[in-house]
Each structure stands twice: as C-alpha cells, then as structure tokens.
C-alpha cells in the first residue's frame, strides 16, 4: 500500500500487522533464526538492484519478496538522492520509520548511471508469542473441554497389505461465537515409525484445547522393522504421511460441524511425527483419490523438531505454495548424529522454492523438544503460528 513520502515509500504489512503499535506486547520477540543467513539483507539488494530500469516510483509493492522467512509486519523504504544521507533524510520523521519496535534493518543501495543512488530499506518486526492474543494462556478449565477418543478417519493397507483402522482423538473447546471457526493443530507422536501412540500428546492437546484449539492427535500405519533399511524407513514415512494428509482431508471435511476454520490447521510434531508434519506441509499427497479426494489435504502451516526432508530433497516438488515450516533442531541430533547444517538444507531448499522455512537451533546434543507448553520453543511455535495461522484476531 502506497505511502505519500517524497522519496517513495511503500509500506509492506504481514498478517498480524493490523495490531496498532501501543498495543503490541513487550516480550521478547521470536525471530529467524538460521545461522549465517542474510535473506532480509540479500532480498533488499536484490530489489534495489532492479530500480536503475524501474525507478523509485516503479517498484511495485510486493508483500511476498520477504516471505522467505516468517515476519509479523515487513515495511520497505524506497529512495533516491545524490547520497545516501539525501535519502535517509526524505524518510527522516516517518512515524513508521521512527517506530522503535523494529527487530531487523537492512539498507541496499545502487549506483545507476543517471548519477544518483537509489536505495530500499527494510524494516522487520518479528512475531512474539503475545501476537497469539487470546490463544496465549489457558483461559478454559480441563472440565470445558470435550474429549472425542478413538474416531476412524481412514482405513489403509498396513505394511503386509492388510487393511487397519486409522484413528484420532479430538480436543474440542466450547463453541466459539466467531462463524468463521476455530483454529486446529494436529500433534503427530513419533517412534522411527515403528513404534509410538497417539496418546503420548494427550496432555499436550488439552494444554493447547484449553487456549482456544481444537486438537486431534492421531495415529498412523507403523512399520516394526522400519529401522531395518533406508528403504523400509521412506516406505514407511511415505505411508504415514499419506494418513497424516487423510487426517487433515477428514478434518476439513467435518469444519462445520466440528467449527473450526479448514483454513488455519497446522501439523506439529516430533521425531518420525515431525518428518511427517513437514511431508503434510511440503510434499505432494501420496494417493490423491479415495473418499475424501475433493477435500484438500493441505495445512498451514507446521512445526518440526528432530526431522528434516534433506534425504528426499532431489525428489520432492517444492514450490512457493508450500505452508510454511518452523523447523527445530539441536547443535547435533542423537538420533541421526545430524548436525544442525544438515536440517538447514531442508531450509534452503524451501526458501529456494520461494517458500517459508524458520530454522530454530538449540545448544548442544538431544534430538527432540516438546510440543506443549512445557517445551523451551513453546513461545517459538506460538509466535509463528500466531502469523500463519492468523491468532491475532
């Protein structure tokens, strides 16, 4: 949306940017965190570069040109001077300028040959955990909580060609008075899929049920010897994020009457549930017929901790569409003894795309973290869902 400053001035605003400045929270912002990257910084150079064809007044606001990493709200300065000091000087006094919440600035200039320097700058805050507003804190009691066990929301052939049923609980709040509905994270447990329930997150869905979401926690096909071979291991991660899909299918089917919103469900989860959430986010449905062919399958947004996509990378089929991903990962993984920079290749290959990937590393060894309250990304996770999944409301 067009600015009417001298030097020219376009003001990008992400999804949670409606929130008036005196009232957005103090605590510490959640930001991006892959190490070494310069995406804001190489982004801006890459669009100052192009205003020597287009001039100040021809870059053509585009929300989408940050979007490699996740933002609450993006503003972007475009300027013209004999310096850079001229310029600075037609942007001196903005109140979007002289905001002093802003977490990341970057300033890209050029030199182009009608002998005046032409600069952007990019102003970036980055989303809190306060962004989540009512979704925040617990604000319902255990006893308001409505608890849906053991629910088919598919039938496949397991790893011997024999049909099993495909299960999931629901954590469901009251019925809130917004029409639009509620939003949903389905928490998917882990177990190198061989092995694991969906009941190993039940205390963590109804932590999350009692801020306002629904919650399914499902499960999927296993294999017991997936451990046995790479082969078995993608054979199994194939099938189980095909159930992982048919569970958002069976939930987006149901969104009236379950009153939740189909478009704002994110997949979180850890270990083997974390490469699945990735593969609901980032790769193609598996078997797009079935019952429920008509429904999309795709998700939000989702988190990982403990997996990645780095190994099927050549086969995958990543494109800007894609929901995007908060990945976690520590210093080196006990599970795989990956280092963090082996996650990161996930990371680069979605951006690349043109998509969202954050990259959140812990110090030191351990595979996993929580996906409830009680985990030290907690506020990360409800930050960046906060932006995707729009809880600014």
């Known amino acids: ?55 100040a007044d021809g870059l053509v606001p585009d929300p989408t040109a940050y979007r490699q990493e996740t933002w609450a709200e993006v503003v972007e300065l475009v300027g013209r001077g004999a310096d850079l000091d001229e310029v600075r000087s037609g942007w001196r006094g903005d109140a979007v300028v002289e905001q002093e919440d802003w977490d990341r600035t970057e300033v890209a200039t050029v030199a182009c040959p009608d002998g005046d320097l032409y600069a952007v700058q990019v102003l970036a805050r980055a989303p809190r955990a306060g962004d989540a507003r009512t979704h925040r804190r617990p604000r319902l009691p255990e006893s308001a909580i409505e608890h849906r066990e053991d629910l088919r929301y598919g039938t496949a052939p397991d790893v011997a060609g024999r049909p099993v049923a495909l299960l999931l609980d629901l954590f469901l709040p009251p019925p809130a008075a917004d029409p639009s509905g509620r939003p949903t994270v389905i928490l998917v447990h882990g177990g190198g899929f061989a092995a694991g329930s969906r009941t190993q997150h039940a205390d963590d869905a109804m932590a999350w049920a009692r801020r306002g979401f629904v919650v399914a926690t499902i499960d999927y096909r296993i294999d017991p010897d997936a451990g046995a071979s790479v082969s078995a291991h993608r054979a199994a991660s194939y099938a189980a994020t095909d159930d992982g899909m048919e569970a958002v299918r069976w939930l987006r089917a149901r969104a009236g009457s379950l009153g939740i919103d189909p478009d704002r469900i994110a997949a979180l989860g850890a270990s083997a549930g974390g490469e699945i959430a990735l593969g609901m986010a ?112």
């Open 1 to 55: 949306m067009p600015r009417a400053l001298a030097a020219g001035v376009v003001v990008l605003l992400a999804a949670c940017a409606s929130a008036q400045a005196a009232d957005r929270p103090t605590a510490p912002p959640i930001g991006p965190d892959l190490p070494g990257s310069e995406t804001l910084a190489a982004t801006a150079a890459d669009r100052a570069a192009t205003l020597c064809d287009t001039g």
């Open 282 to 393: 980032l790769l193609e449905d598996p078997t797009p017929d079935g019952p429920l062919e008509d429904v999309p399958p795709e998700v939000a947004a989702a988190f990982s901790t403990g997996a990645y996509l780095t190994p099927v990378l050549g086969a995958a089929s990543l494109d800007a569409d894609d929901a995007p991903v908060l990945l976690h990962h520590f210093e080196t993984d006990t599970a795989s003894g990956r280092p963090w920079t082996y996650a990161a290749a996930t990371c680069e290959a979605v951006r690349s795309a043109g998509g969202t990937c954050d990259l959140a590393i812990s110090t030191g060894t351990d595979h996993t973290v929580g996906l409830g309250p009680d985990s030290p990304e907690f506020d990360r996770i409800l930050a960046f869902l906060a932006v995707h999944l729009r809880l600014d409301g």
